[in-house]
């Protein structure tokens, strides 16, 4: 079965400074990977995916993200966070289309809270 | 704006009781999923539909159920709520089943079983 992980409850920065958010995921086949953000009180919102291609991946709001299938990863970065970059991460993943039915919509991550300070 | 429209934003029930929640999708988008947030089980799946038509199952309760109706709204009935259901449950939605398809998510209706 697919799955996704996201080691960090928690990631504190400095504004100003870089930022990585980390996921690593499992899944058979080649894997179509994204990154949500959720604020407060708000649904989750789209921010960049995978699908093929180039590595590195640019999304919404300067996000960035970095696929390695050998490590089978998929870090957010940013190369300088803003407080209004404080929220909660989620990365998720969703399995190629040869898949049985119960597992096609997305899975997701446990999330990852971001923290950036001024 | 997502422009997926859930209503109520809040629901507090008894335990035993049956509740409707709803769903508009974006306008547009043929397919509709159901996800339950809670803080013990993080972002669980419930159910996809794809323009009336069931197309994928995840953790969803046998005491859950939900459809998808012609104008391409759904709701999602959950009932003999139990207070484990209390929960954030977010209706998102996306132009095809296709995979590259992000989904857009709505701000989510807030359940809370007393």
């Known amino acids: 079965a697919q799955s996704v992980a996201q080691p960090e409850d928690q990631v504190n920065v400095a504004e100003g400074n870089p930022l990585t958010v980390k996921c690593t995921y499992s899944v058979s086949g080649n894997p179509y990977l994204f990154w949500y953000v959720q604020y407060p009180n708000r649904g989750l919102q789209f921010l960049l995916k995978y699908i093929t291609g180039d590595n590195l991946v640019k999304g919404s709001y300067g996000f960035e993200a970095e696929f390695n299938k050998s490590q089978t990863s998929f870090h957010l970065k940013k190369p300088s966070a803003l407080v209004s970059d404080s929220a909660l991460y989620f990365c998720?993943?969703?399995?190629?289309?040869?898949?049985?039915?119960?597992?096609?919509?997305?899975?997701f991550g446990s999330g990852t809270r971001l923290q950036v300070q001024p | 704006d997502s422009g997926v429209t859930q209503t109520p934003k809040h629901l507090i029930t008894a335990t035993g009781q049956r509740v409707t929640l709803r769903c508009s999708p974006r306008s547009g988008d043929l397919s509709v999923y159901w996800y339950q947030q809670s803080l013990d089980q993080g972002l669980q799946f419930l159910i996809q539909y794809y323009n009336g038509e069931e197309r994928a199952k995840g953790n969803i309760l046998e005491r859950f159920s939900a459809q998808q109706f012609p104008d391409l709204h759904s709701e999602l009935n959950l009932s003999s709520l139990e207070l484990g259901d209390s929960a954030l449950y977010f209706c998102?939605?996306?132009?095809?089943?296709?995979?590259?398809?992000?989904?857009?998510f709505g701000n989510g209706t807030r359940l809370t079983v007393t």
């Open positions: 998720a993943v969703r399995g190629p289309r040869y898949v049985d039915t119960g597992r096609r919509a997305l899975t």
């Open positions: 998102a939605s996306s132009p095809s089943s296709s995979y590259n398809s992000p989904l857009h």
